[in-house]
Structure formats: C-alpha cells, structure tokens
C-alpha cells in the first residue's frame, strides 16, 4: 500500500511478497513488476487507500464508530489493514534480504 500512497515522493519499488491462493495454496503472484502493480491501481483502489489512510490518521469518517459505519467501509479498512500486516510481517521476515540503500 505505501507503494501508491508514497508514489509521488519517489521511492524505489521492492520486491513485494507473492500472493497465495488460499484454495489451492499456490504462489499466484510472485514478486509483482511495477507495470503489474500499476494495472491493478484503479480508482476504486486509490480512494480505498485514501480511506485507510485517514482512518489510521483520524478514526472513521463520521465519528460515531464502527457501528455507525457502512459495512463497506469497515470491509475496506479491514482488509487493508490486514494487507499492510501481512506486508509488515513479510518484510520483517526479509529484511536482511533488502538491498542496502546506504551503498547509493
């Protein structure tokens, strides 16, 4: 997700973790190319992004909490939320496999 969110700013892309196929348990998206990723970075995406983002920032839209929210918002943040943890634990997994930026 930081990805889209920090695209502006310049960041060099890295290797991303695969996605499995919960069914199958196959590898069905392996260390995505940057043209992969951007044919999945529709509008839909972005404004989800954007959702998630200000919810991590400043709770839900209305304020009243998750009760009060739409069922499509919560899905959303919880899926994205999920998203980046997975993203997260991914990384801390191979972090000494991370090229070493100082070198540049």
Known sequence: ???????ELGVTSV?????????????????????EIDVMETEFL????????????CGLPHGKGWFDERATVIDIINILDS????YEAWYMKHREEAPDDEDD
């Open 1 to 7: 997700m930081d990805v889209i969110a920090m695209k």
């Open 15 to 35: 290797s991303l973790p695969g996605y499995e196929d919960p069914d199958s348990g196959e590898m069905v998206f392996m260390h995505p190319t940057q043209a």
């Open 46 to 57: 972005t404004h989800s992004v954007s959702l998630w983002m200000t919810f991590k920032r």
């Open 83 to 86: 998203e980046s943890n997975r």
